[in-house]
């Protein structure tokens, strides 16, 4: 399903280096949100949008934080990486029934 | 609080056996239940929500509100099932967040 896309798919990136991470959907929805995956972990969510005016922490956002630029864009910073942020981080939006539609996700490496 | 477990990181099965892939929460009111699988390399994609009570791919889960479980079912298991499966809780107040349960990955053997 392309209508959830994040950029970029990879990246490695060093110790205390600032990283952005960016999703746009086609979807038309309101609700947006970034996931971590790690293993035995399962998913766990950092940060969500119910609007462009409307941010929420979610359960992990220590070290991150995020900028709704417009419906369809939901960017997640890393202003000072770290390696235990190494993970698969997942975008992810909803309409009206909460069902979720995830993107791609993107693997970071932090070294 | 809200919780969702998934006690079992692998099931490993043969193809044409039955497949239960166990999903039990925790919470303090009317659970909206779902699972949702990533087959490998691919997006994770919703397979199917209680309120639904449908059956996708010969899935099926029921909602057991005394036992707290949304175990995930299939009488036969076929080898692309083979994937990761989350089950995953509506959070609190409509808010469309999901709290995800670890995960299970399962292996359908040929």
């Known amino acids: 399903d392309a209508d959830v896309t994040q950029t970029p798919r990879n990246r490695i990136t060093k110790t205390g280096k600032r990283i952005m991470l960016e999703c746009s959907q086609t979807k038309g929805h309101d609700r947006m949100y970034w996931y971590r995956q790690d293993p035995g972990l399962g998913l766990r969510l950092i940060y969500y949008?119910?609007?462009?005016?409307?941010?929420n922490k979610g359960e992990i956002s220590d070290g991150y934080s995020v900028s709704r630029q417009a419906q369809a864009k939901f960017s997640l910073s890393l202003e000072s990486a770290i390696p235990n942020q190494t993970a698969l981080y997942f975008c992810?939006?909803?309409?009206?029934?909460?069902?979720?539609?995830f993107g791609p996700g993107t693997r970071l490496t932090v070294l | 609080a809200q919780r969702v477990t998934q006690p079992e990181k692998l099931l490993s099965v043969f193809k044409g056996a039955p497949v239960e892939l166990k999903c039990n929460y925790s919470y303090s009111g009317s659970p909206e239940l779902f699972w949702y699988v990533q087959y490998s390399r691919q997006r994770l994609q919703l397979l199917l929500r209680?309120?639904s009570r449908e059956s996708i791919k010969g899935f099926t889960a029921d909602l057991n509100k005394g036992e707290t479980s949304f175990h995930l079912k299939k009488p036969f298991a076929q080898e692309e099932d083979s994937a990761m499966y989350y089950c995953?809780?509506?959070?609190?107040?409509?808010?469309?967040?999901?709290?995800f349960g670890q995960g299970t990955t399962l292996q359908v053997k040929p």
């Open positions: 949008s119910f609007d462009v005016k409307d941010i």
């Open positions: 995953a809780l509506s959070g609190p107040s409509n808010t469309g967040k999901l709290i």
């Open positions: 209680h309120i």
């Open positions: 992810a939006t909803s309409g009206d029934l909460n069902t979720q539609y």
